[in-house]
């Protein structure tokens, strides 16, 4: 009898820390495992990739990374994820683990249905599905505030029975859980964190395991190893999206993104500066990229989730590689697109 591989299914809303716990997971992983790792990306930059590529070194090394950068994962299953899922199955040296971090902005239902396909079943099985919340998003009410304005409105009137899509998109990360990971609670209170741990334990059905991390920093033995086969439990995850629009696939009509580059810029702080005044002003749910700073020899990455703009140097300029400053930028729809590059080009030298 074949063992199946173990697949675990990162998932989480934009910003929330999905790509800092996978760094950390391949950074921690037990010597000589080897693990494979599939990147859903919402945009046309790599940007997650580049974060991951080599931290793993040989336990995940860059040939096993592959990116899937043309949709979001759960509306691209038959043409790109079960294709991928099949290459990487045929190859000889075969691995011990499978990670899968999706878009921020993908539903885990289909996707945790497509291991039941007969392409993969025979092969692989997820090991568990981890949603990551942002502890800090949660406490300034972004979620929160809006689900008890839908249920005044729900109460009031009929006709208005609807979510907004990032809460119903939280809802069913949540509901497609095996862990939770509540990420950034360094940036929280421990008064408030308590509430925003109450209330996502409100929302998730029994035996779903809760834990506090900072930065990603989890105990990979929490999250390898789980054995919850969740595609046989489908079942009692039940995704509102579908039960709302009868099983439709959904397009992300409410979500826009694009990418800029800048040959060049003034110094670190006032593209930070800019960056931070740029998302205020427009609107901005998530911003990331790298970026070249004039007399620094390493790329610097940014990531930017609502007003909250992090930047670090992550390694060294490669040789020829273009010094450019390439950043995605995530909101709602419609983005003024020709505004925000307007914006963000001020940082321009």
């Keep these: ?14 910003g929330a820390g999905k790509t800092t716990l996978v760094r950390h997971m391949l950074a921690h992983a037990p010597k000589g495992k080897r ?15 580049d974060i991951l590529a080599g931290c793993g070194d040989e336990t995940c090394r860059e040939e096993d990374m592959v990116e899937l950068s043309n949709g979001c994962i759960c509306c691209t299953v038959a043409d790109e994820f ?41 092969q692989v099985t997820i090991d568990g599905v981890v949603t990551v919340a942002d502890a800090a998003a949660l406490a300034e009410g972004r979620f929160a505030s809006d ?48 509430v925003v ?63 800029l580059t800048l040959p060049s810029i003034q110094d670190k702080d006032h593209l930070l500066a800019t960056i931070e005044r740029t998302i205020k002003a427009h609107d901005v749910l998530r911003l990331k990229g790298f970026a070249a700073v004039p007399g620094a020899a390493a790329r610097l990455a940014i990531q930017a989730v609502g007003p909250r703009v992090t930047a670090y140097f ?13 950043l995605v930028v995530i909101g709602e729809q419609p983005l003024d697109r020709a505004a925000i590059t ?7 030298a």
């Design 147 to 194: 689900e008890a304005a839908v249920d005044a409105q729900r109460r009031q009137d009929e006709m208005l029975d609807h979510e907004t899509p990032l809460g119903e998109l939280f809802e069913d990360q949540l509901s497609a859980a095996d862990m939770i990971v509540i990420n950034k609670t360094d940036l929280v209170d421990p008064t408030m964190l308590d």
């Design 342 to 348: 307007a914006s963000l080009e001020q940082a321009a």
């Design 1 to 14: 009898m074949t063992t199946k591989i173990p697949t675990t299914v990162i998932t989480g809303f934009l």
């Design 197 to 259: 741990e109450a209330n996502i334990r409100a929302e998730l059905r029994p035996g779903v395991g809760v834990i506090r991390a900072a930065n990603g920093h989890v105990d990979i033995t929490a999250l390898l190893g789980m054995g919850m086969s969740s595609e046989d439990d489908i079942a009692n995850r039940p995704s509102h999206h579908e039960l709302e629009h009868g099983g439709e696939t959904h397009e992300h009509d409410d979500f826009d993104s694009f990418s």
């Design 314 to 326: 992550d390694r060294p300029w490669k040789p020829g590689e273009p010094k450019v400053t390439s």
């Design 35 to 49: 693990i494979a790792l599939i990147i859903n990306e919402f945009g046309d930059l790599g940007v997650d990739k």
């Design 82 to 122: 079960i294709p991928t899922m099949q290459a990487l199955l045929a190859r000889e040296d075969k691995f011990d683990h499978i990670v899968i971090e999706t878009s921020g902005l993908a539903l885990p239902q289909p996707l945790i249905r497509a291991f039941n396909w007969p392409e993969i079943k025979a």
